[in-house]
């Protein structure tokens, strides 16, 4: 999507290894988000930045983390990847609530 | 509280139908409504939201229907078309929380038959 770019968009990765997904947007917008898609869960926010260096936890975190060291970019860090981590990764972009998010094109993971 | 429960999981209409996607929510603090649609290996779009002071917003052949009473809202579209297949979700968020993160639904795929 216009605007925000995810890398990379497949991956392979073994059980154990430390696996960093990147997002970066040229909107300059405050808001980013990484979520995860599963089938028969929809998308669950894992963690969230409201600013650079301000971010916070949402409901699927644990095993993720993540770091905002510029406006730009979003980096997603999977510490130890697991099987359970096998999923297709979303960030999206947002100026603010009342304004909706604008989601990349996704990173499908596979962990095995 | 923080969920949104969408139905049906699955939908299948035939073209010029009527498709209709269901969601309902506990938290009453939520006071934003997007619906996103979402085509096969790609990201989801927004497609069209509603705040809680309104019972209706219209937008070409889609429609938010809101019923804040029964805490649940409502994706209409009407003349469904073959390119409408994809997947839907709701979701819902708290304004006042100033962090903008959304709750979305389980989601729905919606098939179009010609």
């Known amino acids: 999507d216009a605007g925000i770019t995810q890398s990379p968009r497949h991956k392979v990765t073994e059980t154990g290894t430390p696996v960093t997904l990147r997002c970066h947007q040229t909107?300059?917008?405050?808001?980013m988000y990484w979520y995860r898609q599963d089938p028969g869960h929809g998308l669950r926010l894992i963690h969230y930045?409201?600013?650079?260096?301000?971010?916070d936890k949402g409901e699927v975190s644990d095993g993720y983390s993540v770091s905002r060291s510029k406006t730009e970019d979003f980096l997603l860090t999977l510490e130890s990847a697991t099987s359970s981590q096998t999923s297709v990764y979303f960030c999206a972009i947002s100026k603010g609530t009342f304004y909706g998010y604008t989601f990349g094109s996704g990173t499908r993971l596979t962990v095995v | 509280q923080q969920q949104v429960k969408q139905s049906p999981q699955s939908l299948i209409v035939q073209k010029g139908g009527i498709s209709i996607i269901n969601c309902a929510y506990e938290n009453t603090a939520f006071d934003y409504f997007p619906w996103y649609q979402q085509f096969p290996g790609k990201g989801p779009a927004l497609l069209i939201a509603?705040?809680?002071?309104?019972s209706e917003k219209k937008e070409g052949r889609f429609t938010i229907s809101f019923n804040k009473s029964a805490k649940q809202f409502s994706l209409h579209i009407m003349d469904s078309q073959p390119g409408d297949s994809a997947t839907y979700f709701c979701?819902?968020?708290?304004?006042?929380?100033?962090?903008?993160?959304?709750?979305f639904g389980q989601g729905t795929t919606l098939q179009v038959k010609p």
């Open positions: 909107e300059n917008h405050r808001y």
């Open positions: 509603i705040r809680p002071d309104v």
């Open positions: 930045s409201y600013g650079v260096k301000d971010t």
């Open positions: 979701a819902a968020s708290v304004g006042s929380s100033n962090t903008g993160k959304l709750i």
